[in-house]
């Protein structure tokens, strides 16, 4: 006679929850009060907590009634976060855990001390959550601050796209400063950050049912306001746009007047002190790609032996700061005024396309602010400014060659100079309007592709032949770009297959060529290795194939299995690399490609 019974333990399990046989608590969940029958022993052998819950039931059991069902009321649980609970209590299924109860479901694993699964809602990518800001206030409130952290970080990161989103306008004033005071807010320019208030203050008056006023939005905004750092709006924005919406008291308006004002002004800041944080954002360069903003500085210490240095001796900031792909950086020099032959101050902005400063094919148009920081109170900054001024490969620096005389820097009245650290402070406020670059370049034979593949879960789940691919590179007149692939192995496993595509700008049906190809999968754990696969001699062209496969394609499996390193499981991606060093020429007869 042939059993129904479930033949391996988890599948027992699984029955033993679902059908509730033997159960000997009952918990009434929710505002509807939705029944859950479940079994102390399994419970109490999962958690601290659910042991001393029921510790002094099994004594009750020996002398009264056996058979006698426990039943707990839990109001504060949703149902459906209690189910993913015990569901992982009784299998470790996480199959009912996603995005929009993640926070639910980590509430009552901390509730009921179920540590394990707390682990996994924490590792939720911050990308699927259904509402990142609901998920810091309740990492907060739950004490889970490693959480709280990451959730801040991510939406610093993303601000620009969650500013416009209908969650931001339902996050509550304390919440709204925090994110305005944070360093390392990635927005394009601080306007952006005005903006983004508006829109929060206006919806607050609507939903209590006020006016859209100046009054009334400065009441919404409370203390957030004085988070936005307004001394970091270019004038003219400030003045055309901020100003005339009436938010701002005249004497606040005044405060940032004056910071922007000519060095001369000293105005009266004991009267108008400025209100507003004037310091820039911090700029992260693995998470800014897009950014075309930002605020460079630099401490020059031992100044007074700088300033005994010879004409032509110079400086650089040490961060390196990259906006729109290339580098940008502070430079300062010691020159002398042509008139009176008195050394000055060279205070300069340059932009490399690469660590040398090779002549590139490239232009952009930037705005630059730059300041020597004021070392004393009450003393505005120094400032000097231009616009809509154009960078390009002949001559990549733009600035000022008499900026201040060293013996008025070093004045200590005018309070620019630091004497007793012996230091000045330059500050260079960038904005990047654009950048172009040549594709037929001669020169350009270097180049690399590093694609971060975003959302690697549901790539995963894709059907077959569904494709993605990074940006294009431009070498020598050809584009360059990873593909990768869904496909399926011998085994009819889920793989990631890569391949390499060269494509020539121009049409010609006349080339061809050899390439050695070398392909990286980023490891993102220390001591790891990184995935590495090489195929050399191969020969393309129009006539066979512009595409280079590469023939060890990796599981999904094994690409997200966490202990090869590298899969980052909280950001749901994995990155590749291929460096180039490429020779080819259109024709039929090709010098050898070289990519590796």
């Given amino acids: ?85 015990l569901s992982f209590v009784y299998t470790d299924d996480l199959s009912g855990l996603n995005g929009d109860n993640a926070m639910e479901v980590l509430y009552a694993a901390k509730k009921y001390g179920v540590d394990a699964l707390v682990t996994k809602c924490l590792q939720i990518p ?60 990635l927005v394009n320019d601080e306007y952006e950050t005005w903006k983004a208030a508006l829109r929060w203050s206006d919806e607050k008056c609507r939903q209590n049912g006020k006016e859209c006023s100046a009054e009334n939005r400065r009441s919404a905004l409370g203390t957030a306001l004085l ?41 009266t800041p004991g009267l108008y002190p400025l209100k507003f944080p004037s310091h820039g954002r911090i700029l992260d360069w693995n998470i800014a790609k897009g950014y075309r903003g930002t ?79 004021s070392q004393k ?49 330059l500050t260079i406020d960038v904005i990047v309007e654009g950048m172009k670059t040549d594709i037929a370049d001669p020169t350009k034979s270097n180049g690399s592709i590093l694609w971060t593949i975003e959302k690697l879960s549901e790539f995963a789940r894709e059907v077959l032949e569904s494709e993605r691919s990074s940006g294009t590179v431009h070498i020598k007149e050809f584009e360059w770009k990873i593909c990768a692939e869904v496909v399926k192995n011998e085994s009819n496993e889920k793989c990631l297959d890569f391949s390499l595509a060269c494509v020539p700008t121009k049409k010609d049906t006349n080339w061809t060529g050899e390439c050695t190809t070398t392909l990286r999968i980023v490891s993102k754990k220390s001591g790891t290795e990184n995935f590495s696969t090489k195929i050399g001699d191969k020969s393309i062209s129009t006539e066979k194939d512009c595409v280079v496969l590469f023939p060890n394609s990796i599981t999904f499996t094994e690409l997200m299995d966490a202990d090869n390193g590298f899969y980052d499981e909280k950001e749901d991606n994995v990155t590749l690399a291929i460096d180039f060093n490429v020779k080819v020429q259109k024709g039929t007869k090709c010098n050898k490609l070289t990519v590796e």
Wanted: glycine share 6%; aromatic share 14%; hydrophobic share 35%.
């Fill in 126 to 185: 911050f990308s699927k959550l259904r509402n990142v800001f609901l998920a810091y206030a309740q990492a907060r409130l739950l004490d889970s601050k490693d959480f709280a952290d990451q959730c801040m970080r991510y939406i610093c990161q993303n601000a620009e796209e969650l500013f416009r989103s209908k969650e931001f306008l339902q996050i509550d004033q304390s919440i709204l400063g925090e994110i305005f005071g944070n360093d390392h807010l």
């Fill in 295 to 373: 605020t460079l500085s630099m401490e020059i210490e031992n100044f007074y032996k700088f300033a005994q240095e010879k004409v032509g001796t110079e400086r650089y900031s040490e961060e390196e700061v990259h906006i729109k792909g290339f580098k940008w950086e502070i430079n300062a020099e010691i020159m002398t005024e042509k008139k009176s032959g008195e050394k000055c101050l060279g205070f300069f902005l340059w932009c490399t396309a690469s660590e040398k400063k090779e002549k590139k094919n490239w232009s952009c148009k930037c705005s630059a602010t730059f300041r020597i920081v």
């Fill in 227 to 267: 988070k936005i750092r307004f001394p970091r709006i270019f004038p003219d924005v400030f003045v055309k746009e901020i100003v005339p919406s009436g938010v701002l008291t005249i004497e606040e308006f005044v405060g940032v007047y004056q910071f922007h004002c000519h060095p001369n002004f000293r105005g």
């Fill in 377 to 425: 109170c009450g003393v505005e900054a120094l400032f000097g400014k231009f616009d809509d001024n154009i960078f390009n490969g002949k001559k990549g620096f733009r600035g000022f060659y008499n900026f201040i005389t060293l013996s008025e820097l070093m004045d200590t009245s005018k309070g620019f100079y630091n004497k007793k650290e012996d230091k000045v402070t």
């Fill in 1 to 85: 006679m042939s059993s129904s019974k479930p033949t391996n333990l988890k599948d027992r399990m699984k029955h033993l929850f679902s059908s509730g046989k033997h159960s000997d608590v009952h918990f009434l969940v929710g505002e509807e009060k939705e029944l859950f029958r479940a079994h102390k022993l399994i419970l109490k052998s999962t958690s601290d907590v659910f042991d001393a819950m029921f510790r002094f039931d099994s004594k009750n059991d020996k002398t009264e009634n056996s058979s006698a069902v426990s039943s707990v009321e839990v109001t504060d649980v949703e149902a459906a976060a209690f189910r993913v609970l």
